[in-house]
């Protein structure tokens, strides 16, 4: 009867693991899906901000959403894809130090309203910013799985 009652423990601890599994299986290719590069050709962040830019001056605030997007690239990233106004990037440094320079970036555009969370599960990380300041709004996403050296980095201006 004891031994039933192991084989039943058993079982359920098997389940419950396979579920677990499972649902990182799903959660990573639902990742890979989303953060897929695209067909475009991979520019080196040093070739973008190398690029001579245009700023639109005003005795105003400054509206950050007409900022160009060099002054968004974390200088140790390589721009992956673009799409409208998102940006992607991924880059091998530390998602803290990463994290820190976006908020140094987000607090010199004079935004009004910032939030920053970060969160570190199990060493998956999902650091969340944003930036409002009247209609203009920054939101920077920076994650990395605890698998892999690679932090995900995405940009919706």
Known sequence: MNNFR?????????????YVQSQRIALR???????????????????I???????????????PTQETADT???????????????????????PDRITDWYKEQIAGLGMKTKTFVKTNENGNILNKLVGVNGASSIRVEITKNAMQNTVWITIVR
């Open 49 to 63: 901000r190398s690029s001579p830019t245009q700023v639109k001056t005003s005795p105003t605030q400054p509206d």
């Open 6 to 18: 192991l084989l039943i423990v058993l079982f359920a601890i098997l389940s419950f693991l396979v």
């Open 72 to 94: 968004l690239i974390y200088p140790n990233a390589e721009k992956q894809s673009s799409s409208g106004n998102s940006l992607f990037l991924k880059s091998q440094d530390d």
């Open 29 to 47: 290719k639902e990742k890979q899906m989303h953060l897929s590069p695209s067909p475009t050709p991979k520019i080196q962040s040093e070739q």
